[in-house]
Structures are given as structure tokens and as C-alpha cells.
């Protein structure tokens, strides 16, 4: 039965997430409401589940590429080229 495998949890809950900061050279955008951001005049749609949130986009070696970065974790990358204004 699963109560008999529930242990309590060793790792103590924090009420509200530690601050995170990116890195200096990092395009910080805040998430909109539906998911979308801005991005050097470029609207770009990520996931509903990052809205309200703070996003890392670092440029690649290919002109006009970002990875987009929710704290240590890539979420996708974003090519401008293909995006029409």
C-alpha cells in the first residue's frame, strides 16, 4: 500500500524561492502573463509555466541565435532570423 513506503521527506520546504542571478553579459526578460517576452523587438512566445518569471537569453555562435535559460536550466533556443517582426 503507498502508506506504507511514505517516508517524510529528509529536505526541509522553503516557503519562497531563493533569489537566482544570471550572469552580467545575460539578456534578462521577464516573462508576460500568456508566456510571451520581448526580445530585441522580437515577440517570442515560451511557456505559460515561466510567466511572472525572470529568463536568461545568451546569444550562440550563429548571428541572431539565443538559448533561452530559466536559472541552470536551458529551456530552448530561439532563432530571431525566423521570427517575423
Known amino acids: 500500500m503507498p502508506l506504507d513506503r511514505y517516508r517524510v521527506s529528509q529536505r526541509q520546504h522553503r516557503e519562497t524561492v531563493e533569489p537566482f542571478d544570471y550572469a552580467k553579459d545575460d539578456l534578462i526578460r521577464r516573462v508576460q502573463q500568456h508566456g510571451f517576452v520581448s ?29 533561452a535559460w530559466f536559472r541552470h536550466q536551458k529551456i530552448e533556443t530561439i532563432d530571431l532570423n525566423a521570427i517575423d517582426r
Open 39 to 67: 526580445i530585441l523587438g522580437h515577440n517570442v512566445r515560451l511557456c505559460r509555466a515561466f510567466a511572472g518569471k525572470s529568463v536568461a537569453f545568451r546569444p550562440t555562435a550563429a548571428d541572431g541565435v539565443f538559448d
